[in-house]
């Protein structure tokens, strides 16, 4: 008998164990738990949120700090969740006594910071923020201009209603938003700018009070319907020519200098324009872009790889902006976009 119950047993308990691993899928077979869309981000996805979710977090703080601004008090409030907040309503130098701030704090005037000072909390700044050198922000929403001391570290966010200039060497993890502009210094490291004109300078705080100074470049709109040209290999365009049309190609796409296209490009490896070449449309690669000098670009730019921006490039218009996006950017001194820089890993201003 027990020959006979031996090898059964043995067939069960390996059958047993082959089905084992097998078994949370035929329950999900039978049960279809799994079976409704995913989960979907509730947000738009506007860079301005964490600023917009900070001021209504913020919200039952405005009558101390229209007091304070009034006595020029400090004063310490408890918000909602029972976190505590300093409402500071005194203006012009600020200096903690320890340089490591623990908490939410509210300038209620316009402030000008230490060196070498360390928020881990929000800031808010109801004024003109002057931060000095080698400060680190968590996140600020400043309702004026905000000017960021050299070496500045921006851990996560900062949006200003007026416009941000950043220092030489600072860092700008995160998102960064401004409702006129934004102004980066060389050194600048960054992820994602939004601005309606984005400029890049040797040093923008010597920028102050003309931050969209300069001429803006106009676009001949070419009027009417453009074909499309499809290339299998490389393409070049030769100096002072012009094409009308859009390409794609499979290979790369070399523009040369003063080079007009009145349509967009495509490149299957690499875009390289020469030095004041203009494209009316978008640049796409899933290689890499390189901007010459002095180049007018009036759609976005758009790589799998790297993007390479020189000295006087103008992206996008006032009135036209634009999106710049690259796992990498480097962007030289002198250069502007209307619209957003967003480098997905880093971006750089360099000299």
Known sequence: MNEVLAPAALAALTGSMVALPLTPAVLEILRRKDAGPLPARKDDGNIRNFARSMRRYIAPLREPLAVCAQSGAIQESCLGDGSYALVVGQGGDYGASDEKIQTLILFAQSVSLSHRMIFLKDLYAAGDLYGGRQIIFRAVLAEKDVFLG?????????????????????????????????????????????????????????????????????????????????????????????????????????????????????????????????????????????????????????????IVIASGVQIGSPDSPATVSAPRIRISSGSRVYGTLWARLEGRVEE
């Open 150 to 306: 050299e070496e500045t570290l921006v851990a996560r966010w900062l949006h200003s209603e007026g416009s941000v200039f950043a220092g030489r060497g600072s860092t700008l993890y995160g998102r960064l938003s401004a409702e006129t502009a934004a102004a980066l210094s060389t050194g600048c490291k960054f992820e994602r700018v939004c601005a309606p004109v984005i400029v890049t300078a040797a040093n923008a705080l010597q920028r102050r009070g003309h931050q969209a100074d300069g001429t803006v470049r106009e676009f001949h709109i070419q009027q009417g319907r453009l074909g499309r040209s499809r290339i299998r290999g490389d393409i070049h365009f030769h100096p002072g020519e012009m094409f009308l049309g859009n390409i794609i190609a499979t290979g790369a796409v070399r523009i040369d200098e003063k080079t007009r296209i009145l349509g967009s490009a495509k490149a299957g490896t690499h875009i390289q324009l020469g030095t004041g070449a203009e494209v009316e449309g978008s640049l796409v690669s899933s290689g890499r872009i390189d901007v010459g000098p002095e180049c007018l670009i009036r759609g976005p730019v758009l790589a799998d790889k790297e």
